[in-house]
């Protein structure tokens, strides 16, 4: 399965290091529909925490270290 867009950007973003609440600000979303898409992620990728699915995106190559420096 392949990721939305907007699950693509939370990933990158968790990746970059920010915090849930950072994202939604970010995103211009709610604190509640970044844990919805992050929930998603998990499901998708069969990951079990954020770190779990960023290591599992750079395996698939869904994220590339270029898409994190930015």
Do not use: D, W
Not at 5 to 30: D, K, M, V, W
Not at 33 to 62: D, E, P, T
């Amino acid at each position: 399965m392949s990721l939305s867009p907007r699950q693509l950007e939370i990933l990158i973003l968790s990746a970059r290091g920010y915090t849930e609440r950072q994202i939604a600000y970010l995103t211009h979303s709610t604190h509640a529909a970044v844990n919805a898409h992050k929930r998603r992620i998990f499901y998708r990728l069969g990951a079990v925490s954020m770190a779990n699915a960023i290591s599992i995106a750079y395996c698939k190559s869904i994220i590339t270290p270029q898409q994190i420096e930015k």
